[in-house]
């Protein structure tokens, strides 16, 4: 059962046809996601042919399967990970029973919130980017975009999969909703703040990808391990997906960086103004887009002590990433774990039950792994001979939920008045100048094979097609 | 049986490209992959090259293929350590290569395979079809002879298989091996280093062709091989443009030597059964491989050996410009079903491959749905687009979804396209 039915209406991999009630409510649905992509989705783009990744099953053989497309013609559907019939709860109070093949009714309206939740941010991230088409720096990005747009399109669908399919109609209500709030909308925001923040350009979008999408991978690999056979199934699929995103990010990056070290290198500079000059984007600049991407990220995963987030993982709801691989008593309840708290002026640690710490131990999972990649960028500049490196801020910088958002804390983690803050703020955070200036740079490139100055060509192509391949075609 | 080393390719990722972002050890299905916290790596006791984390992978990071000294092969331990890929390790004196643990090397992994591949031009693209050959076929030998180590052949015949009258010049070339091993099967090719220098004063870098010879040689128990090559005289828009391989080699006299690499190639292979079916599409030069497999099982045929069905779509302007179009109308009616497909004869409609795939719906679904049928499309760049097509709206028309079938096509390695 891995092959993807593209024949129905609604191509998917879960028999759809043969659930009538469900079939009209998600057929219902659909016209009302199209207009939305058309009113939300990628500016200006509709009519264009893109080099899309379309999954046709979803095992490794067929996941992966290359074609144009026009994005309002791409097959969104339902496609769920294959069943593994003996799958057992492996964490919380329910562990070695058999995983749940429905929502249980004392779980029914956590799960809802966690699956909204989720199916909030897929949206969000399209809306967020749907201009970035119009300044794209080559043929290649804009089609990374697109592919990074329809496939959160598609994480949409597996949500509203799981709401239409298991929540009733509260969840075919919670559905509608997800069509009608709107990213940095003032009357219906979306849920999460970071997904009301603007990706007004391409490495604030590269830095999304990286950070943002990351985070993605984090939830989802915790939502994988769910009891909630459906939901780990979905989550596991889309995980393939995500990678491309982090793909795109990282790799955006570290073009960024690749050409900004190229032209220091060229000047004997590292001067910021003179790099400016050279129409590439300067080093610190990137530092700050960092500092505010990671900060703003790390925000997603919740307080840093929540009493929900031990709910939702006793009750086998929400794992931690890598559960099956971890070799404690998967009940926690005797441990603990260390979170930051302000005591008289300084950061210290302090010990808290680690039902309680969830969200923060899925935060320092995250955090490991961004940091290497941020090392990887590292080793751009180290090749180019530059002295420059790139840093992740201290956790406490610039937080906004838990117990830190209180605080003033600088990059390097010493707590500040606020005139302090006040005063070095623009060393920290992109400042309106480096927004405006990052802006001046964005011309759409659409040549085959030519590319904005401010980043490097791709060391390889999509799906290994040429460079100067027609990623997308303008008709 | 010999105790000398023996060098193969161990299946590495590229630290500096990959993402770490765990889709590969997700979707291995044998646990051969594995990471710490700063690299992703493959288990070289462990891994049998089955691919299935290669087309997940969203970087290409996946896709290395590193020359190793067997007794060489790098630990887990050692990759966590890396920052980068190591150099490929020399091959001691006398080494002997091995390919692959499994049948089933990639295509993709071709690209990739070593320096001798970064220099050759004009690869051919397979991605449509599998990434692995037919289970019954013969084992190939690749990459015998690299960039370091190239062979000298001796050209011993160059003749033109199209009409003199027309504009298309297609020679088929036949090479002497000599002394030097070159075992070759059908569907494989090798590649060519045209004589002289570019604009640069670097020389050229070689091209590939498919081979038109079967496995016993053009001349049947000789050491020889022969190519199909058309003369480059314009490109796509029809600009003057000389072929820098292309006229070297239809220029070759008799004695010549000339300079070749590979054998490359170990998917686009034919069954190795009496009774299997071959579908053979191609246009142009992508007659090549399908002239190999046809004189194949002519000799089988001749002796009784073979009992399979042999259906041919050809398209070309005219029939004049067919290469190899007399001794193909030689052939029996009952060993051989031929399907011009004409696009430039006067007083009727253009015809291409797939209309004539079309035409013959009914007979080619019967070979589509017989397990024993294998396809194999040859040609320029961009025809697999309309074959596929065709294919699929003929699969469509018989009730059966052609996703599932193109899916299945493509594991039981009987799908295989070769375009460029």
Redesign the interface.
């Known amino acids: 059962m891995s ?5 129905e209406k609604i191509p998917n991999n879960v028999n759809l046809s043969s659930d009538r009630t469900l079939q009209r409510a998600l057929e219902h649905w659909q016209p009302n996601y199209l207009q939305w992509w058309q009113d939300m989705g990628p500016e200006a783009s509709q009519e264009l042919d893109v080099y899309l990744r379309t999954a ?2 979803v095992d ?5 399967h ?1 074609d144009y497309v026009k994005m309002p013609d791409y097959r969104w559907g339902i496609f769920l990970a294959p069943q593994d019939g003996d799958r057992k709860i492996h964490f919380g109070e329910h562990l070695g029973e058999a995983a749940w093949q429905d929502a249980p009714g004392e779980h029914r309206a956590n799960l809802r919130r966690i699956i909204v939740t989720q199916g909030d941010t897929e949206p969000a991230s399209v809306e967020q980017q749907r201009h970035l088409g119009l300044t794209a720096p080559s043929l290649y990005d804009l089609r990374n975009l697109f592919q990074v747009n329809v496939e959160e399109g598609r994480h949409l669908w597996a949500m509203v999969y799981l709401l239409h399919r298991y929540f009733g109609r509260d969840g075919r209500e919670e559905a509608d909703a997800l069509l009608q709030r709107h990213s940095g909308s003032e009357d219906s925001p979306r849920i999460l703040g970071a997904f009301n923040e603007k990706t007004p350009d391409w490495l604030a979008f590269y830095m999304f990808t990286y950070f943002t999408d990351r985070d993605g ?1 984090f939830q989802l ?1 915790a939502l994988s391990e769910s009891a909630f056979d459906p939901l780990a199934r979905t989550t ?1 699929f889309m ?2 997906e ?3 995103h ?2 795109v990010g ?2 955006g990056v570290s073009r960024v960086l690749q050409r900004t070290a190229q032209v220091m290198n060229e000047l004997k500079t590292t001067d910021p103004e003179a790099i400016r000059k050279a129409g590439v984007i300067d080093l610190p600049t990137i530092q700050r887009y960092l500092n505010f991407h990671y900060s703003v990220t790390i925000d997603l995963f919740g307080a840093d002590q929540s009493s929900n987030a031990a709910i939702f993982y006793s009750a086998g709801l929400k794992g931690r990433h890598e559960e099956g691989k971890r070799t404690d008593d998967h009940l926690l309840k005797n441990d603990t774990y260390p979170i930051l708290e302000v005591h008289n002026g300084e950061l210290r640690e302090i010990q808290v039950p680690m039902l309680n710490a969830l969200n923060e131990v899925l935060r320092d999972d995250y955090i ?2 961004s940091v ?2 941020v090392n ?1 960028w590292n ?1 751009v500049l180290e090749k180019a001979g530059i002295d420059f490196r790139l840093t992740v801020p201290h956790k406490a910088f610039n937080r906004r939920i838990g117990t830190l958002s209180g605080i003033r804390v600088s990059p390097d983690g010493t707590v500040l008045t606020e005139e302090q803050w006040n005063a070095n703020v623009d060393k920290w955070l992109p400042t309106e100048e480096d927004r405006a200036y990052v802006a001046s740079l964005m011309g759409r490139v659409v040549e085959p094979g030519k590319f904005a100055n401010w980043i490097a060509p791709p ?2 192509g999509i ?2 097609q040429p460079i100067d391949f027609e990623y997308v075609r303008f008709n | 049986m010999t105790t000398a080393t023996t060098v193969m390719k161990q299946h590495l990722i590229d630290p500096e490209i990959c993402i770490r972002c765990n889709t590969c050890e997700e979707t291995c299905p044998i646990d051969a992959i594995t990471h710490d916290s700063n690299n992703y790596v493959v288990d070289a006791s462990i891994c049998n090259d089955c691919m299935a984390c290669v087309p997940p992978c969203p970087t290409g990071a996946i896709d290395n293929w590193i020359q190793v000294v067997s007794d060489n092969a790098y630990s887990i331990e050692e990759q966590f350590t890396w920052d980068e890929l190591p150099e490929p390790q020399e091959a001691p004196e006398g080494a002997e290569v091995v390919e692959a643990k499994a049948p089933a090397a990639p295509t993709a992994s071709e690209a990739q395979e070593q320096e001798g591949d970064q220099d050759l031009e004009n690869k051919p693209f397979t991605a449509a079809g599998a990434s692995i050959p037919p289970w019954s076929a013969a084992h190939p030998y690749t990459n015998l002879y690299t960039h370091k180590n190239p062979v000298t052949a001796t050209v011993v015949g160059n003749y033109r298989v199209t009409d003199s009258d027309t504009d298309s010049d297609i020679h088929h070339i036949v090479l002497d091996m000599g002394d030097t091993p070159m075992p070759l099967l059908e569907g494989q090719s090798i590649a060519i280093f045209p004589a002289g220098e570019d604009e640069n004063g670097r020389s050229y870098h070689a091209r590939q062709y498919s081979i038109a010879s079967p496995r016993d040689g053009e001349r049947p128990g000789y050491n020889n091989l022969s190519i199909t090559v058309k003369r480059v005289v314009e490109d796509h828009d029809g600009k003057p443009v000389k072929g820098v391989c292309s006229n070297y080699l239809c220029d070759l006299q008799k004695n010549d030597s000339v300079k070749l690499i590979g054998p490359y190639g170990n998917s686009f292979l034919m069954p190795n059964l009496p009774d299997s079916n071959l579908v053979m599409i191609c246009t142009g030069t992508g007659a090549a491989p399908m002239r190999a497999m046809t004189e194949h099982c002519r000799r089988l045929n001749k002796e009784g050996k073979y009992r399979g069905k042999l259906m041919l779509f050809f398209g070309a302007r005219s029939e004049r410009e067919l290469p190899y179009f007399g001794p193909l109308m030689n052939l029996p009616k009952d060993f051989i079903d031929i399907n011009l497909a004409l696009s430039r004869q006067a007083d009727r409609p253009k015809k291409y491959v797939q209309d004539v795939i079309r035409e013959r719906a009914s007979d080619v679904l019967a070979l589509i749905n017989d397990s024993k049928t294998c396809i194999y499309v040859c040609g320029l760049k961009g025809m697999e687009e309309g074959v596929l097509a065709a294919l699929k709206d003929i699969v469509t028309e018989s009730g059966k979804k052609w996703e599932d079938v193109h899916a299945q096509l493509k594991t039981q390695g009987r799908l295989h396209f070769e375009t460029y």
Do not use: C
Request: no cysteine.
């Open positions: 092959g993807i039915n593209y024949s046709v099953s490794p053989s067929g996941w992966a290359f991978k690999s596991k995980l393939t995500e990678a491309h982090m793909f990282e790799s490991r792994d290497a990649g990887r080793k060391p390889m799906n290994r």
